[in-house]
Structure formats: C-alpha cells, structure tokens
C-alpha cells in the first residue's frame, strides 16, 4: 500500500509517498481502507520534531480518518467488512490503509461524504470533550474561531444553548456569525480583554499570552481551557486539554451533523500526493475550518 512517510524530523519536504507492508489488525483492531485524512496542527508539529507523541522517524502522519471497514481483528463485534467508518487514530491516517482501535471508531454520519467525515474526528472530539461542562444560558469565549476546532467549537456551544464570543480577523466574522457566533472580536484591531467579561469557559485554542489575558475575562468560578500551553499556567482557573480518542463520544457527533446541528467547513481539499503543500497551508495559521486530504479527491 502507499503510505506517507517521513524518515527526518524537518519542514513539509521531508514528507514522501512511498510503499510499505498493508498493516495487520490485531484483537480489538479494525483495518479501515482509508478515503480520506485530514490535516491538524499537531501533524506538522510532530513532522517538525517540536512535539512528540509518534515517536522517532520513520513515521507515518495522520490523526484523522473516514474509510471503509476492510477487514476485523479477532473479537470485533460493533463493525462488518464494507461499513462506511469515520475515527480518531494514533497517527498512521495518511496511508491507504490503517489499523485504528474498533473503539475508537464511528459510523460515518449518513448525510456527510467521506471527505466532510475526514475533517471532524480530532477536532470535533476536540471541541466536544473540552466543552463538555457547557451549559445552556453560559458565556464561552473561544479563541481560534475560525479554525478547524474553533468553528466546530462555535456549533457545539451555541447547540448548546450558550452565549458564543470567537476571536478572528474581520474577514471570517460573517462567516462566524453564520455559524451561530453571537459576538465575534477582531483580534488585530481590539484587546479581546477589554470587550469581554464574566466568560463561564474560554476554550483558549491560541495559547502563549493569550492564557493570562483570557483568565482575566473569567467570571468567579469560571474555567480557562487551554490545548497546548499558555502563560497562564499557574492560575487555579488554568485547565490543560488533551484530546481523548472515543468512537462513543464520534457517535454522538454524528447524531449531531445527522440532525443538522454541526458541519465541518472544508478549507480545501487535496490529493494525498500533496500534503507537503497542505502541511504548508496548515501552518500559515489561516485555514478557515479544514484541510482535507483525499487519496481520490471529487472532481
Ligand atoms: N491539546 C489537544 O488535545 C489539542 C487538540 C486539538 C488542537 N490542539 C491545538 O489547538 C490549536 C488550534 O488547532 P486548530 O486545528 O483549530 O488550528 P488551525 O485550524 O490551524 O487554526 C487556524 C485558525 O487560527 C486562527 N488564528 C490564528 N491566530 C489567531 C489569533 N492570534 N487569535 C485568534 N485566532 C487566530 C485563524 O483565524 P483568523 O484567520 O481569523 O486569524 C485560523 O482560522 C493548535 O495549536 C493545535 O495544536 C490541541
């Protein structure tokens, strides 16, 4: 099979297409044939050497897939062979073919293609597990509204039921607002400290001095969510993020998109062949919504 790997830590060049073993699926595991993959920041973060998390080099990218289910592993009940499959894996999406743990994966949500399933797992999960406290009639700030987990962030706060503030440039405040933003703060023009207050959550997606001026805008009690370090660290309201895996939390995302209620916004999407260029995008810090990856992208 093709699988994209990468036997350096470096920038976006050192990603190449070559041919490798199809994987095996042990017990519990699902060989899932791969349709699409999508691109987060931690995949060219990884690529670069500036987090771990996959180990050293050679190494295979890829923490998002939607696919077919190609073959079962001993004790795997919840999947059969042809089942249209979306998940969360470990890395290894950016491959024909992946070995992902049965429990980690869904069912594709119905009314998606597998390119729109492609770009909500690790985001979607993302935004579902950090805002699970979330309640009707709350204030959430989420910084990064316009990204890949921002603006999932921003339909699953106001499905919610909660007053949604997002920080982005001026060009991605309609486009916010259409997603049901309430408020939307242009970052380069205003101190987002300044306009906001009594925030219940601040889904803090940005990081660095963003975490000491986001506790500011707390009410008492609230709680500063942070995915990937701030200098906030030390105040009590300070919460660090990791994003779990769970096919039972992608099953009730898929509720969501089936009803309606959430949809993923495609950046753009590109064949797998050209993921040094989409690693590039990716980290230009302005994709709005997502990058997706597809070993046979639609016309
Ligand atoms: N810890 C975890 O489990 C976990 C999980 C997922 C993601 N993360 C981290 O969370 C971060 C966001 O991930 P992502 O996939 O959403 O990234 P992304 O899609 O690359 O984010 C791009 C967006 O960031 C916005 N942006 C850039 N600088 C900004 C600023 N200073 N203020 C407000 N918005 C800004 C841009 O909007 P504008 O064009 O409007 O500026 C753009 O739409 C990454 O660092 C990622 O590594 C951590």
Redesign the pocket.
């Known amino acids: 099979m093709l699988a994209i790997t990468q036997n350096v830590f470096g920038g976006p060049e050192v990603l190449h297409v070559v041919e490798v073993d199809r994987p095996q699926p042990g017990p519990g595991e699902v060989l899932v044939r791969v349709a699409a993959t999508s691109v987060?920041?931690?995949d060219w973060?990884v690529r670069a050497g500036l987090i771990g998390g996959l180990g050293d080099p050679p190494l295979t990218l890829g923490l998002d897939v939607s696919g077919v289910v190609d073959e079962l592993g001993p004790g795997v009940d919840r999947f059969a062979v042809g089942d249209p499959v979306y998940g969360m894996v470990f890395g290894g999406g950016n491959a024909e073919y992946v070995v992902a743990q049965a429990d980690t994966l869904a069912l594709k949500p119905k009314v998606i293609d597998f390119v729109h399933a492609a770009a909500l797992p690790?985001?979607a999960l993302?935004a579902w597990q950090a805002l699970a406290g979330l309640g009707a009639g709350q204030r959430v700030l989420v910084?990064?509204?316009?990204?890949?987990?921002?603006h999932l962030a921003v339909q699953i706060a106001k499905h919610r039921g909660a007053f949604v503030v997002g920080?982005?440039?001026a060009?991605?405040h309609a486009y916010l607002r259409g997603l049901g933003a309430d408020e939307v703060i242009d970052?380069t023009a205003v101190d987002f400290a300044t306009t906001v207050r009594d925030v219940d959550i601040v889904l803090d997606?940005?990081?660095g001095e963003y975490g000491s001026r986001s506790a500011a805008v707390l009410r008492p009690g609230g709680r500063l969510i942070d995915?990937?370090g701030s200098d906030a660290e030390a105040d009590p309201r300070y919460e660090r993020?990791?994003?779990e895996p769970s096919g039972a939390s992608l099953r009730e995302i898929a509720t969501m998109v089936e009803r309606g209620h959430l949809r993923a916004t495609i950046d753009q999407v590109l064949p797998l062949a050209e993921i040094a260029e989409a690693h590039r995008i990716?980290e230009s810090?302005?994709?709005?919504g997502k990058i997706v990856l597809a070993w046979n992208p639609p016309a």
């Not at 910084?143 to 987990?149: D, L, N, P, S």
């Open positions: 987060n920041a931690a973060k690790t985001a993302t910084h990064a509204a316009a990204g890949g987990v921002g920080t982005a440039r060009a991605n970052y997606l940005v990081g995915t990937q993020f990791y994003v990716s810090g302005r994709v709005r």
